[in-house]
């Protein structure tokens, strides 16, 4: 299928400019992916934070001890795997992180600062976030339930990454893409990413035909009739 981007980098600065996720979701709807939006409570931290790259799935669980004897090796690893998995972070990666409780917090300032500096594009969490000033000086777009102080460390440990994980139902595979808005956080799979995409761009070409025409006071029976959209 030929594409109007040669690469990721193109896709997703041609989408920030021009697409929002609600457009791509109603796409993905007509292709037979009806189940991509994470849940309503996981949302960028600030409005205006947009996050879109292909996704590196985290796995993560409760671990009630920083370090302490243990059949697992991870037992004698603070955070477990976290730090091996943010360095292995590459350009236009997101961090999306699964598999925990809600007692603590997933992400926070340092590990923005760590990502940055990988090349990566954002942080989606199935939980929460913290060191929230922090992260909003830095920019980084990060996507979660909420901000909540307490630590991960003597609580949680990240035991696998780059391995297929699943959120509310949706599940989530390395190289999807994660396109997110203040209206929710959408998993293209990485099979439907240019048929995705192609059809979103064309909506959002005919959906401004839908508002002129509305402007000059078709009504909207009519307006349906006639582009098929609303």
Same mark, same amino acid.
Request: with cysteine; hydrophobic share 40%; glycine share 10%.
């Given at each position: 299928?030929?594409?109007?981007?040669?690469?990721?980098?193109?896709? #997703?600065?041609?989408?920030?400019?021009?697409?929002?996720?609600?457009?791509?979701?109603?796409?993905?709807? !007509?292709?037979?992916? *009806?189940? *991509?939006?994470?849940?309503?409570?996981?949302?960028?931290? *600030?409005?205006?934070?947009?996050? +879109?790259?292909?996704?590196?799935?985290? @796995?993560?669980?409760?671990?009630?001890?920083?370090?302490?004897?243990?059949?697992?090796?991870?037992?004698? *690893?603070?955070?477990? @795997?976290?730090?091996?998995?943010?360095?292995?972070?590459?350009?236009?990666?997101?961090? /999306?992180?699964?598999?925990?409780?809600?007692?603590?917090?997933?992400?926070?300032?340092?590990?923005?600062?760590?990502?940055?500096?990988?090349?990566?594009?954002?942080?989606?969490?199935?939980?929460?976030?913290?060191?929230?000033?922090?992260?909003?000086?830095?920019? #980084?777009?990060?996507?979660?339930?909420?901000?909540?102080?307490?630590?991960?460390?003597?609580?949680?440990?990240?035991?696998?990454?780059?391995?297929?994980?699943?959120?509310?139902?949706?599940? +989530?595979?390395?190289?999807?893409? +994660?396109?997110?808005?203040?209206?929710?956080?959408?998993?293209?799979? !990485?099979?439907?990413?240019?048929?995705?995409? /192609?059809?979103?761009?064309?909506?959002?070409?005919?959906?401004?035909?839908?508002?002129?025409?509305?402007?000059?006071?078709?009504?909207?029976?009519?307006?349906?009739?006639?582009?098929? +959209?609303?």
């Amino acid at each position: 299928m030929k594409t109007p981007w040669k690469n990721d980098d193109e896709l #997703f600065a041609l989408a920030k400019q021009k697409l929002f996720v609600a457009l791509v979701g109603d796409i993905l709807d !007509k292709l037979g992916c *009806q189940h *991509q939006f994470l849940p309503a409570q996981i949302k960028p931290i *600030q409005n205006s934070m947009v996050l +879109i790259g292909r996704a590196m799935p985290v @796995l993560e669980a409760d671990h009630f001890a920083e370090k302490y004897e243990g059949r697992s090796p991870l037992s004698q *690893q603070p955070f477990g @795997l976290m730090f091996q998995a943010l360095d292995d972070l590459k350009h236009n990666e997101i961090y /999306i992180c699964t598999g925990s409780s809600l007692r603590y917090a997933l992400w926070g300032g340092l590990m923005s600062t760590r990502a940055m500096k990988c090349g990566a594009a954002g942080a989606v969490l199935h939980g929460y976030h913290r060191d929230s000033n922090e992260i909003e000086r830095l920019g #980084f777009p990060v996507a979660s339930m909420g901000s909540y102080a307490q630590d991960q460390g003597p609580r949680g440990k990240v035991i696998d990454w780059r391995v297929p994980i699943e959120i509310d139902g949706v599940r +989530i595979n390395p190289g999807d893409v +994660i396109f997110g808005d203040r209206d929710g956080v959408l998993v293209v799979p !990485k099979d439907k990413v240019d048929e995705a995409f /192609i059809g979103a761009f064309e909506k959002a070409k005919d959906e401004n035909k839908v508002l002129k025409a509305l402007q000059q006071g078709m009504p909207t029976v009519e307006a349906f009739e006639t582009f098929g +959209i609303m």
